[in-house]
């Protein structure tokens, strides 16, 4: 008898980043990851901070950070600062999500090596490609069991029910006094109870989530601007291209040719 099981873990895109910066950088991930990452530090030392923890990760470290995550990144070089990153999607990823951490069993030296191989098979032909992703996947695999599954933080009933209300009606044109209202809450506890529990405005919030439906739409097919606004809700282009240069750090075009790639 055949058994069959679903490829949870298939990784449906991939795309590799070696970045490198003089003495300091700081990445402001506050509008959330678009994608999970693994990273690796060859020189110098990050201080990753989310909502809920610290991750001090000094040269030679692999980690993991998964895709939606809110963070903030600071970097320090003496005198540079290198570093890998990982970027990859999953199929059905909201089954399998992880806490940021740093992974210590597969930092050092030898991972370097690793990840350079697969840089390099990138580059190359057909059969070097395949050999990366099959790299990739062994990565993966000896990853998974060092991390601690994810649990979202608890909220306060009104604010599930206002980021409830912003992904059911993200394309609509509704101010922030609308929103509060339904949440029957005056507009300045709403902003507090965002800021607190959330450290992002509501505006931002539906802004996020409709470039992420923006990045869904560019991901699943070839799509025009003006679909990507009837579909999204924003009042202009120009806006538009404004935000999604914010949350993802790429213009649309870039963004575009990456996917193409």
Partial sequence: METRKD?????????????R?????FCDGSAGKLHTSFGYIVKGCDTLTTEHLTLELREGSFFYLPEGIRYRSEWKGSPSIEYYMLHMTFAREEERKFEPSRIEALSGPGMQERISRIEQGLSGGEGDQFGALAALYRLVAEALPHLNPWEEPKSSPALQKAVEYLKE?????????????????SE????????????????????????????????????????????????????????????????????????RK
Avoid: W
Avoid at 21 to 25: E, I, P, V
Avoid at 169 to 185: G, I, Q
């Fill in 169 to 185: 009606n993200y394309n609509r044109d509704f101010s922030m006094a609308e929103l509060a209202k339904h949440c029957f809450l």
């Fill in 21 to 25: 910066f003089d003495t300091r950088h």
């Fill in 7 to 19: 490829a949870a873990f298939l990784i449906t895109e991939f795309s590799m980043r070696h970045m």
């Fill in 188 to 259: 300045s506890r709403l902003y507090h109870l965002f800021d607190r529990e959330l450290k992002i405005s509501p505006l931002r919030l539906r802004n996020e989530i409709r470039v992420n439906r923006a990045v869904a739409m560019l991901r699943a097919k070839e799509t025009s601007v003006g679909e990507i606004l009837a579909e999204t809700g924003f009042s202009s282009e120009a806006y538009f291209r404004k935000i999604f240069k914010e949350q993802t750090g790429m213009t649309l075009s870039e963004y575009v040719r990456m996917l």
